[in-house]
């Protein structure tokens, strides 16, 4: 538990520069305005923004919440995988939490699902089913396959339909890793309950800030990525 908030700072990291393309690795944190660099002491996940009352030491300018939210989110991730897994199950749990999340804020803040996020976890999830539950290893290939050809099979039909594009070949790659994950039997329950949480997210749009427009783009990804973290935890709802 006590690396959770570490390990959501570090998704923080990914999160802002990866749609930037900026080294995630090897560059040094810096404040987003006075571009003075962080010392260690300034990056302690959680306490750091709390002792510095949410603002830069250098020049006083606001830190973004966005930082202290994933680093409370992860470690609430954590705390949620415990209550249902424990030993070499939780930590497997946990990454695939600490992975959905990092994609859900990414495509809320940057509309993207990376490959470098996706692709690995789809890996990820084949890999510990060939450690763990061998007898499962061919349900986890088909639901990769599967979650991957039905969304791609579905955005080719809306833009031949349409003219244009209705679905991103990320959210075809998203499905392909909660298929690595949860099988081909959890990708039903997966999409119903993301889509219906990508209605509940479009209504409340609506109610904030009126009718969205047709060509006006929605994140799907975070619904679909909640979707998983329930069916991975509790099982299919179908």
């Known amino acids: ?26 560059g040094r944190s810096s404040c987003e305005r006075c571009r003075h ?25 606001k830190i973004a919440p966005f930082h202290i939210l994933i680093e409370l989110a992860a470690l609430g991730v954590a705390l949620w995988a415990a209550t249902v897994a424990q030993g070499g199950l939780l930590w497997a749990s ?26 690995p976890l789809a890996g990820i999830g084949i890999a510990i089913a060939v450690i763990a539950e061998p007898q499962v290893f061919f349900d986890r290939v088909i639901g990769a396959i599967a979650g991957f050809a039905s969304f791609a099979l579905i955005r080719w039909l809306y833009r ?26 959890g990708l039903p329950s997966i999409v119903l309950i993301g889509a219906v949480l990508g209605l509940l997210s479009v209504a409340a749009t609506s109610l904030r800030r009126g009718r969205p427009r047709l060509e006006q783009r929605l994140a799907f990804g975070p619904g679909l990525c909640l979707a998983t973290w329930i069916i991975w935890l509790y099982g299919p709802v179908l």
Do not use: H
């Not at 962080?38 to 300018?61: E, F, H, K, N």
């Not at 990454?95 to 692709?119: E, K, S, V």
């Open 1 to 26: 538990m006590l690396a959770a908030p570490f390990i959501g700072s570090f998704l923080g990291v990914l999160v802002t520069r990866l749609p930037t393309r900026r080294t995630v690795l090897w």
């Open 37 to 61: 660099r962080l010392r260690p002491a300034d990056l302690v996940p959680i306490a750091s923004w709390l002792a510095l009352r949410g603002r830069c030491r250098y020049c006083g300018a």
């Open 160 to 185: 031949r339909l349409r003219g244009r594009e209705g679905l991103g070949l990320g959210d075809a790659k998203l499905l392909a890793a909660a298929g690595a994950w949860v099988g081909w039997q």
């Open 94 to 119: 946990c990454c695939l939490g600490w992975g959905l999340l990092a994609l859900a804020a990414l495509d809320l803040r940057a509309g993207i699902l990376a490959d470098a996020l996706t692709l």
